[in-house]
């Protein structure tokens, strides 16, 4: 199973994106599903989870209040709505998921990931 993460762009402080990650074949339901990032030169880092089986979300200090992870049942999807967008924002974004917690999921290394997909590019200017 491949996921598959799109919504990625070039915008200014203050704009806005939605990333989205969709999973063909696998049932989000049982999973939880989230978002890492990778800046430039530097590790894989959390960005927020959701699980699906009991809706609940969790995110980096750094992106509360900003970015919001939601789920659609009919289509399988996980959302990245991010707002108020900054610089340091900018990386690549990911998505994976992982049979745990989203707090769990939250404190383990994007290499520890069931699956994991390819990455779609955020770049915030100043």
């Known amino acids: 199973v491949q996921l598959q993460a799109s919504g990625g762009g070039l915008v200014q402080a203050g704009d806005s994106l939605r990333l989205s990650c969709a999973a063909p074949g696998l049932t989000f339901s049982t999973y939880s599903v989230g978002w890492f990032r990778q800046a430039p030169g530097k590790e894989h880092r959390f960005v927020a989870a959701i699980s699906r089986r009991v809706g609940i979300s969790y995110y980096v200090d750094s992106v509360k209040g900003r970015f919001t992870i939601s789920t659609d049942n009919a289509s399988n999807a996980v959302y990245l709505q991010m707002n108020s967008l900054k610089p340091e924002d900018t990386a690549v974004y990911f998505c994976?998921?992982?049979?745990?917690?989203?707090?769990?999921?939250?404190?383990?290394?994007?290499?520890?990931?069931?699956?994991r997909g390819k990455g779609t590019q955020v770049t915030v200017s100043s």
């Open positions: 994976a998921a992982r049979r745990t917690s989203a707090q769990t999921m939250s404190r383990l290394p994007f290499d520890a990931m069931e699956y």
